[in-house]
């Protein structure tokens, strides 16, 4: 009998180096796209995709080699939403479709990606579920599969029963917040979707009618904005890592040097 056991392949790419500046989407090679007319870093960008596309289906084409794919759900995602480092836009090849916002935003085409499962025999290809899987749900997800309990007083929850197309618990409320700009934060709480920049005030979005983020709805439903307020007081807990010094926001700024929270609270 196979024991429970999990592996993680964290890629590195298409992230850029970062140092090189508007050069910094380093590749070996730009094949297959060398004779297409893109901007060199575009095509450097999608040589990295396929690169990566390739050698997730060496994986697969292993697990059936030896004859684990109906023992074995893969999942495929990411940790942001399309970047413009190294030179490359995210509009080129419309990386974040109708999302507003890249990495670093929090804005659904900064947070929002998609979750890809795959585990023949039981997960049936080609449905989608819209169902929300934030990626602190993948450990319930493990232990359930795995037969044993989760660890008491964690945030996720299992997703095993949407992707086995069954129902499943929903978060009541997903949140995130970031830093670097200065201080930032969003909440989903249903359908909506919250943006609250430093102090500025709060933008609300109605998802199921408006994915994109394009109408702010706070001032035409002050109800849902006041419960998210108060939401927002006490879903964070205090951090020494990421600390609170002030709620000043830069929009301009799309990544902030090493030394700019100092700078904020000098």
Known sequence: ????????????????????????????????????????QQ?????????????????LALLEQLGLQEDTLVLFSSDNGPHEEGGTTAEFFDSNGPLQGIKRDLYDGGVRVPMIARWSGKIKPGQINHQP?????????????AGIEAPEGIDGLSMLPAMLGKPA????????????????????????????????????YDLETDIGEQCDL?????????????????????????????????????????????????
Request: negative net charge; aromatic residues 10%; glycine residues 4%.
């Open 169 to 204: 618990k929903s978060h009541e409320v997903l949140y995130w917040e970031f830093h670097e700009r200065g201080f930032e934060q969003a909440i989903r709480m249903g359908k909506w979707k919250a943006v609250r920049h430093g102090n500025q005030p709060i933008e609300l």
């Open 43 to 59: 095509k450097n960008y999608a040589a990295m995709i396929t690169r990566l596309d390739a050698h997730i289906g060496q994986i």
């Open 133 to 145: 899987f934030a990626l602190w749900d993948f450990l319930p997800t493990a232990t359930e599969i």
């Open 218 to 266: 706070a001032v035409e439903y002050p109800d849902v904005v006041q419960k998210i307020e108060e939401v927002l007081q006490t879903i964070r807990c205090d951090s020494k890592e990421f600390p609170i010094h002030n709620q000043h926001y830069i929009s301009h700024l799309p990544l902030a040097p090493l030394n700019f929270i100092e700078k904020l609270s000098a």
């Open 1 to 40: 009998m196979l024991r429970p056991n999990t592996t993680d392949y964290s890629y590195t790419i298409p992230h850029a180096n970062n140092e090189l500046g508007d050069e910094g989407m380093e590749v070996p090679s730009d094949a297959p796209y060398s004779h297409e007319s893109w901007p060199q």
